[in-house]
C-alpha cells in the first residue's frame, strides 16, 4: 500500500529557505513509471502545484514559483524533496506531497509551514 | 496557461439529493487530462475521477464524470454524509507540463 509522509520544520522565518521532505514507501521514487510532486494549500484557499520530479528524471515547475523552487530526489533513501527560497508570509501554507501522473492518486496528510519571525 | 473555473462556489443540498458541479476550462481540455478531488475538512484531497469519466480505485458508482473541450461535470447522485465537501477540478498540460486546479466548490448542507 503506498503511503507518504512529509516532514520538516512548520516555522519559517521570511526571507529563509523552506525545506521539506517526503518519505515514500510502497513505491519507489526510482520507478520509471512514477512520478511526485509537491502541492500546496494557504489556509482557507484551493491547491497550488508547485513542481514535481517526472519519471524521465526531469523537474517541472509552476511558473509562477520557478526561479524560487527545487524538487530533488534521494534514491537511497526512497524520498523526495522539496526547498523553497525567500519565503514570504504569502508561502505560508499547507504542504502535500503526492505521486503524480496526469492527476494525483496518493497524497500525504499534509505539513502546516507557517512564516512568521 | 489554461485557468480553470467552478461553479457554483457553494452547493447546498440535502442528503440523498443529486449534486451537478461544473468546470470550465478557458482553453480545450484533453479528456484524459480532467480529474476531479474531494477535499473534506482537515485532511488531504482524494482522487475521485480521472480521464474526465473514470472513478478511481474504491470510489462509489454514485460518483460519475463527464464532459469535453472546456466543459466538464461531475455529478454525485445521491448525497451521503460524507460528501458535504470540497471539491476541486484538476488539468494537466503536457508543453510543458504543468498542472493546474479549479478554485473549488463547497458543498455544504442544506
Known amino acids: 500500500q503506498l503511503q507518504l509522509r512529509e516532514s520538516g520544520p512548520g516555522l519559517v522565518k521570511p526571507s529563509e529557505t523552506l525545506s521539506l521532505t517526503c518519505t515514500v514507501s510502497g513505491d519507489s521514487v526510482s520507478s520509471r513509471s512514477s512520478s511526485w510532486a509537491w502541492i500546496r494549500q494557504p489556509p482557507g484557499k484551493g491547491l497550488e502545484w508547485i513542481g514535481g520530479?517526472?519519471?524521465?528524471?526531469?523537474?517541472y515547475y509552476n511558473p509562477s514559483l520557478r526561479s524560487r523552487v527545487t524538487i530533488s530526489v534521494d534514491r537511497s533513501k526512497n524520498q523526495f524533496s522539496l526547498k523553497l527560497i525567500s519565503v514570504a508570509a504569502a508561502d505560508t501554507a499547507v504542504y502535500y506531497c503526492?505521486?503524480?501522473?496526469?492527476?494525483?492518486?496518493?497524497w500525504g496528510q499534509g505539513t502546516l509551514v507557517t512564516v512568521s519571525s | 496557461e489554461i485557468v480553470l473555473t467552478q461553479s457554483p462556489g457553494t452547493l447546498s443540498l440535502s442528503p440523498g439529493e443529486r449534486a451537478i458541479l461544473s468546470c470550465r476550462a478557458s482553453?480545450?481540455?484533453?479528456?484524459?487530462?480532467l480529474a476531479w478531488y474531494r477535499q473534506k475538512p482537515g485532511q488531504a484531497p482524494r482522487l475521485l475521477i480521472y480521464?474526465?469519466?473514470s472513478r478511481a480505485t474504491g470510489i462509489p458508482d454514485r460518483f460519475s464524470g463527464s464532459g469535453s473541450g472546456t466543459d466538464f461535470t461531475l455529478t454525485i447522485s445521491r448525497l451521503e454524509p460524507e460528501d458535504f465537501a470540497v471539491y476541486y477540478c484538476?488539468?494537466?498540460?503536457?508543453?510543458?507540463?504543468?498542472?493546474?486546479f479549479g478554485p473549488g466548490t463547497k458543498v455544504d448542507i442544506k
Open positions: 480521464g474526465t469519466s
Open positions: 482553453q480545450s481540455v484533453r479528456s484524459t487530462y
Open positions: 503526492a505521486r503524480q501522473d496526469s492527476e494525483f492518486d496518493h
Open positions: 520530479m517526472f519519471y524521465s528524471g526531469s523537474a
Open positions: 484538476q488539468q494537466y498540460g503536457d508543453s510543458p507540463p504543468t498542472f493546474t
